[in-house]
């Protein structure tokens, strides 16, 4: 089966540092790539998404993310964070192959610290 | 527009009861998600709704979760009886029509479960 990994469940950050949430899954056979953010008692909300084209993916709030594809892995940046961006962030991948249901990663929550 | 709504928000409930969950998707959107999110957990699609016939239910615990998606609009995801493993966040989402993974889900608020 498909899976997806986020290699890090939490991640401590001070406001105006840069951080670096990693996300890596199984096969990069026709994949499309989201991240997702989730705001304590709400539902997902999109930050970015790579269908195709340029492998660096500009999305909401200032975050990017860069499809790799022989790392199979779409690492999610900010360069200065906010107290704002406090929140769970998941990585999650949809295969072509699999009928293009997305598999999420286990998430990983981002602290930032003032 | 409107988002996609749920409710109850939340429900606590004893296990071996049975609870019912509600979504009102997006205007327009064919397709529709339930997701379970047990704490600490990504999502874990349960079932997918094209219009009113499911897609893919094969994560679906069908001896005690059941859904339905009738007339092709709101959808109701039933558990009976409970389990102290059934205790979770539910979410709804929905997209435009198709079944294709580009087609960006838009996720209700949830509906958070405990059972007891």
């Known amino acids: 089966a498909q899976s997806v990994t986020q290699l890090d469940s939490q991640v401590p950050v001070f406001e105006e540092a840069p951080v670096e949430l990693r996300c890596n899954y199984s096969s990069s056979v026709s994949v499309y790539l989201f991240w997702y953010v989730q705001y304590p008692n709400q539902g997902l909300q999109l930050l970015l998404k790579y269908l195709s084209g340029s492998t660096l993916v500009k999305g909401i709030n200032g975050f990017e993310a860069e499809f790799n594809k022989s790392q199979t892995s779409f690492h999610l940046r900010k360069p200065s964070v906010h107290i704002s961006d406090t929140a769970e962030y998941f990585c999650?991948?949809?295969?072509?192959?699999?009928?293009?249901?997305?598999?999420f990663g286990g998430g990983t929550r981002v602290l930032v610290k003032p | 527009e409107a988002g996609v709504a749920q409710s109850p928000r939340y429900k606590i409930i004893e296990k071996r009861q049975s609870v019912a969950f509600w979504c009102n998707p997006i205007?327009?959107?064919?397709?529709l998600y339930w997701y379970q999110q047990i704490l600490g957990q990504g999502p874990k699609l349960l079932i997918q709704f094209q219009n009113n016939g499911v897609v893919d239910d094969s994560q679906l615990p069908k001896d005690r979760f059941s859904a339905e998606r009738l007339k092709g609009v709101d959808s109701t995801l039933k558990i009976q009886p409970a389990k102290l493993e059934d205790s979770a966040v539910y979410l709804c989402?929905?997209?435009?029509?198709?079944?294709?993974?580009?087609?960006?889900?838009?996720f209700g608020p949830g509906t958070r479960l405990t059972v007891t």
């Open positions: 989402a929905s997209s435009q029509a198709g079944t294709g993974g580009i087609n960006e889900q838009y």
């Open positions: 205007s327009g959107h064919a397709t």
């Open positions: 999650a991948v949809s295969w072509e192959a699999a009928g293009n249901k997305l598999t």
